[in-house]
């Protein structure tokens, strides 16, 4: 049945209810349909299958038996083709094994690089993760830690508990997506900036939150090699000079520690990334105590 444009479409029928059940009328409904003189309600044809009398005839005496009422078969359910993966839901990360002489490059690992501001962390922590064999993800705390905007608690203005809940925010959630990652075949690579001995911000939060599989690994260039990097550098991630000499002193802290230190003071990002598969191998066929 054709409809005039812009018409409203009749609304569907209920069980029970026919089109003037709730008033609705397609004379009233569609222009140039006048509505004429009431009458007898219009009788539908019969459903295919029916053998009753056709409209207008008596019904049957009552003795006769009756037709049994088709049955509803209920429609088979459409099958879900919206290509749904189910995820492993992540959990504590355990160390890696692998047996014989360790591959880091072929091995789903979790890797926390720490170090101070413009020892080449995030550089590092990219190109080691665009080039290895297996997927690998590049988790960075203080990018993290950006998402805030409206009220951002900027550290250089001050460490202050406000801050501090913000950067145990961005590291739970930094955590949280380390498990999920991993738990899904996916490697990851965290940096962070862990000072030896602020324990509220320390390795301790790391393990907790990732899990105790986390290797870390502490990138220690000298401090005029991070005093030129911090100089190219803009925007917040810019420190003064003095407060660069006093995070790169607190970070001197890490020898002596027994995690492992690469000083990438001559090395440049290829090197640096190379020498950190080498740390790691040794890292997983023998597990630093932290």
């Known amino acids: ?33 006048p509505g004429g003189p ?18 207008g005839h008596p019904a049957p005496p009552s003795h006769l038996p009756h037709p049994a009422p088709p049955q509803h078969v209920p429609a088979a359910p459409i099958p879900d083709t919206t290509g749904h993966v189910q995820l492993p839901p992540g ?19 979790a890797v926390l690089l720490i170090g ?22 590049h988790i960075s705390l203080d990018d993290v830690r950006e998402w805030v905007r409206s009220g951002f608690a900027d ?9 501090e809940a913000q950067y145990r925010l961005a590291r739970r959630t930094c955590g949280f997506a380390a498990r999920n990652f991993l738990a899904n075949g996916i490697s990851c690579i965290l940096d962070d ?15 907790r939150h990732v899990g105790p599989g986390l290797l870390p690994v502490v990138l220690l260039p000298g401090l005029e090699i991070v005093l030129e990097r911090n100089a ?12 660069v000499a006093r995070i790169h002193g607190r970070m001197a802290g890490w020898y002596g520690s027994g995690l492992p230190i690469i000083d990438n003071s001559q090395l440049d990002v290829p090197s640096t990334a190379r020498v950190l598969d080498e740390v790691l191998a040794r890292s997983i066929a023998s597990p630093p105590q932290w």
């Open 1 to 33: 049945m054709q409809h005039a444009v812009g018409a409203p479409l009749p609304p569907p029928h209920q069980p029970g209810q026919g089109p003037a059940a709730d008033g609705w009328s397609p004379a009233a409904q569609h222009p140039g349909h």
């Open 38 to 55: 009431a009458g007898p309600a219009p009788t539908s044809p019969p459903a295919p299958g029916f053998t009753g009398p056709p409209p």
């Open 91 to 109: 959990g504590p990360v355990a160390m890696p094994s692998a047996p014989g002489a360790p591959d880091p490059a072929a091995t789903t690992l």
């Open 116 to 137: 101070p501001a413009g020892a080449g962390k995030t550089s590092v922590a990219k190109y080691w993760a665009d080039h290895r064999r297996v997927p690998t993800a």
């Open 155 to 163: 550290p250089q203005s001050g460490w202050n508990d406000h801050s």
């Open 193 to 207: 900036a862990v000072f030896p001995d602020r324990p509220v911000v320390g390795l301790g939060g790391w393990k």
């Open 232 to 243: 190219e550098r803009s925007g917040n991630r810019r420190l003064t000079d003095e407060e």
